[in-house]
């Protein structure tokens, strides 16, 4: 790791930041697959089993983005974040809900008192091919509602092009107009193509003051992919070795399964280290993994699946 | 987040502390046992008529596996007199197309008992289950299907328009990867149209007696392969045959070179696979974290059991600070234990005798002067164990920089210019592997081309596949096994 924190003047142009982010250590991009692919094959059982699933429970984001999107729709979903299974309260919450600046007031109102947070996506969200004003107009709105956490987009167009700085300087920007609300960056990891990129939007965003890293939209395939999050987790461990600060990692998009989950917990256990196995430093950007934790969960405790039609679709 | 709030019921989970995985032992009960072993000769299993037997036990917790014969001289006449009987009537004349079928039946019957090999290859060796069930036995049942391919396409191979093969096969493997030395011995001599008489190590002989029974399953015709147990007096015999067309050995050097002693002024051919002492050449601009997990598995796979292991580490000075941190940070994260635990990353030290002589050269490699570091990890009580281990400071005057450790013991040294890398990568009278990491192409390749080891790795380390040829130059031996390479010793 780094025996020297960043320069100041590493983000004085986009020439020293680009020395600075073609000067990390590439990736290989078969050897993460096979670390990832490894790591995969540890075998999480009974009482192992039954505090990942605990944990994974409580680090989900529980997600609606979609047009179609109501006040009902998020009341619903709302509920079910701060009591995800009603017939056994000794499951616990889940970390924050996630939905459009639009519907954060909703959010809020519905999940004053739980402990629940509040993220909202912002800097139009999932392009992010809007004028910063926009952008920053978005992310006030959604803090003023009441979000508690802000996931902005990165502007893939300008990482692409090679203008890291503009990328840098509409993070800061952004986590200006966020105030006190936690900042995720979506690096959107799926359009950035190789794992080197990863790791340099990785670095870009912990630069640029964001608090999460976050991998995916959801709107984009492929989404959090396992070599992916590794790299990302890689960098926060790095950063912190470098710098003293824990950065949070959150795949988002595609984690479906209790297995899925549970993989993800054996590269936080394993890449990052034990303090990040902690909702304020990893989360899982997720809805339909929830129910599949829950029913997994009733199986450790009671020894048969109860089926589908016990748990809440909201 | 507000993590306490009164109004939420139910358990929080500890935060920020380590998962701790609960044991994940792969069950016993898929593989039997028997309490005593015979020979297997000219199909059948038959006692020894030297009556001597010998016990093979669990290294993980020293508790006896099962009795085998020690076959003594008229245990291996009989063998080689089978091998000859069956080369001569039965294997030699058969069509290419009909050897290559008894080979995939073999390869399919192997993949469909994939499982009862691993545990036992596991209980037997000490190696993780996470290995023989993902590396070894795959590779094994690959192998096989690989020169059953083979077994028709013979006159293309580059080797004549009629290639023949040499007669009876005369083979003798080591005990740390029992099986797959097995499969990479037998199955390009029978393809080849040879028969065999193999002899697995002293201490792992219970997969090739399971192999054995594969055969019989295979309704591979008796005398084709012959499986011989015994300790270094069945050995010596088997080689110094008169009726062994060809030797083929994989071991240690000072024993290839009794070998190579015995066979010389004979018709026998012979191929030697023998020790190694592998460079691992990490530059200063390789991906270091792919480069940390090359380094772990060059040396710490199969708890450094590995003739191609990459004990010596030869990493840029610019960076070797940066790289033995993060080496110890993952090397810190490995888990030592229950090699049927299916979390275990290393196992068991295979036998007390490889224990001692890694606590020796360890012990040397301090009093030499050079730093050892291993993590904090604790040993079971019984069985043979050595934790992982990491030398810094040592210099090429160093034993441990120059002798085959086998065990789980990497050696670090620095370099400065990629001259000095390969200078002291060639700076041994081994030549069986290499490493080389380095994000440039060029670098690569004039890297590669001078050094002088029989596998180059390229940004990865310990890959094996059937059709890649395998073997040493200098002191590693001669002759290649894997690939079309591996024909050759076979066939005249």
Redesign the interface.
């Known amino acids: ?3 020297t924190a960043y320069a100041s003047d590493t983000a004085a142009s986009n020439t020293s930041l680009r020395a600075y982010l073609y000067g990390l ?4 991009e ?3 697959q ?2 990832a692919a490894d790591l995969s ?9 039954r ?2 699933i ?2 994974a429970i ?1 680090m989900v984001d529980l997600t609606t983005l979609e047009g179609a999107d109501t006040r009902g729709k998020v009341r619903a979903m709302s509920a079910k974040a ?1 009591h995800p299974d009603p017939a056994d ?5 889940v ?2 809900v996630c939905v459009y600046p639009d519907m954060v007031e909703t959010a809020v109102a519905a999940l004053r ?5 509040v993220a909202s996506v912002a800097t139009a969200f999932p392009s992010g091919r809007a004028p910063l004003e926009a952008k920053l107009a978005d992310t006030r709105a959604a803090v003023a509602a009441g979000a ?1 956490e802000i996931d902005m987009v990165i502007d893939r167009g300008a990482f692409l092009s090679g203008d890291l700085r503009k990328v840098h300087d509409e993070i800061i920007a952004v986590k200006e107009a966020c105030g006190t609300a936690h900042l995720k960056v979506i690096l959107e990891t799926g359009e950035l193509a190789t794992l080197d990129n990863v790791r340099r939007a990785s670095y870009l965003a912990m630069l640029a003051g964001a608090d999460f890293i976050k991998t995916s939209t959801g709107k984009v395939a492929p989404a959090a992919t396992l070599p992916v999050t590794l790299v990302m987790l ?1 960098a926060v461990r790095d950063h912190h070795a470098a710098t003293g600060r824990r950065i949070g990692v959150k795949p988002a998009g595609g984690i479906r399964t209790t297995k899925d989950a549970i993989k993800n ?2 590269l936080v ?2 890449v990052a280290g ?2 990040w ?4 430093l990893f989360r899982l950007g997720a809805s339909s993994v929830l129910n599949d934790l829950l029913m997994q969960r009733t199986r450790l405790t009671t020894g048969t699946y109860p089926g589908p039609d016990y748990y809440t679709l909201d | ?5 009164a ?16 044991p ?1 032992p792969e069950s016993r009960s898929v593989v039997a046992i028997r309490d005593s072993y015979d020979l297997f000769i000219d199909g059948v299993f038959t006692p020894a008529k030297s009556g001597e037997r010998i016990t093979t036990v669990n290294p993980a917790d020293e508790q006896p596996l099962a009795e085998v014969a020690a076959a003594g001289e008229e245990d291996v006449d009989l063998a080689v007199v089978a091998a000859r009987r069956a080369f001569d009537e039965v294997w030699g004349p058969m069509p290419g197309a009909e050897r290559g079928k008894y080979l995939f039946r073999i390869s399919r019957i192997l993949a469909e008992r994939a499982r009862e090999f691993a545990v036992l290859e596991s209980l037997d060796n000490g190696k993780p289950i ?1 290995e023989t069930r ?1 590396v070894d036995i795959p590779l094994v049942a690959a192998h096989f299907f690989y020169y059953a391919g083979w077994a028709d396409k013979l006159a293309h191979a580059g080797y004549g328009p009629d290639p023949r093969p040499l007669g009876v096969a005369a083979q003798v493997i080591p005990w740390n990867f029992p099986l797959l030395m097995l499969a990479w011995k037998i199955a390009p001599a029978l393809a080849t149209g040879n028969t065999v008489v193999l002899k697995p190590a002293e201490t792992t002989p219970l997969t090739a007696l399971l192999f054995a029974e594969v055969c019989q399953e295979a309704d591979l015709p008796a005398g084709v392969v012959n499986i011989l147990t015994g300790a270094g007096a069945t050995g010596r015999t088997l080689v110094a045959h008169p009726g062994a067309d060809k030797v083929a050995f994989t071991g240690s050097t000072a024993v290839g070179r009794e070998i190579a002693r015995v066979a010389a002024g004979t018709a026998k051919r012979v191929t030697l696979e023998l020790g190694g002492k592998g460079a691992n050449i990490v530059y200063d ?7 940390v ?2 380094i772990v598995s060059g040396i710490f796979f199969n708890q450094g059991h590995v003739c191609c292991a990459g004990s010596r580490l030869l990493v840029q000075e610019s960076v070797a ?2 790289v033995l ?2 080496l110890k940070t993952r090397v810190s ?1 490995l888990r030592l234990g229950d090699p049927l635990d ?2 275990t990353d290393i196992g068991a030290i295979n036998s007390a005798a490889q224990l001692d002589r890694i606590r020796d050269l360890a012990g040397t490699g301090q009093a030499e002067g050079a730093e050892s570091w291993s993590p904090a990890c604790d040993l079971p009580e019984r069985g043979y164990w050595f934790p992982p281990t990491v030398f810094t400071g040592v210099s090429q005057s160093h034993r441990i920089a120059r002798e085959e450790i086998f065990g789980p013991v990497l050696s670090v040294l620095t370099f400065r210019t990629p001259e000095e890398a390969v200078t002291k990568a060639n700076n041994t009278p081994y030549g069986l592997s290499a490493g080389v990491w380095t ?1 440039k192409g060029s670098r690569m390749l004039w890297t590669a081309n001078r050094l002088r080891a029989g596998i180059v790795w390229s ?2 380390f310990n890959k094996f596949d059937p059709a890649s040829p395998f073997g040493g130059y200098k002191e590693s031996g001669y002759g290649r096994e894997g690939g079309r390479h591996g024909l050759e010793g076979y066939l005249v």
């Open positions: 790791m780094p025996d250590p590439g990736v290989d078969v050897g993460a096979a670390r094959t540890r075998s999480i059982k009974t009482t192992a089993k505090a990942a605990d944990l409580s701060a309260p000794s499951v616990p919450r970390a924050a008192g739980t402990g629940v947070g508690t890689e917990l054996v256990n394993e034990a303090a196995l902690d909702p304020a | 987040m507000a993590d306490d709030d109004t939420t019921a139910g358990n929080r989970p500890a935060l920020g502390t380590a998962l701790e995985y609960a994940a996470k993902d601009d390789a991906a270091l974290d792919q480069a997990e090359g600070d940066e941190e993060r994260r299916k979390n994000e940004n990865t």
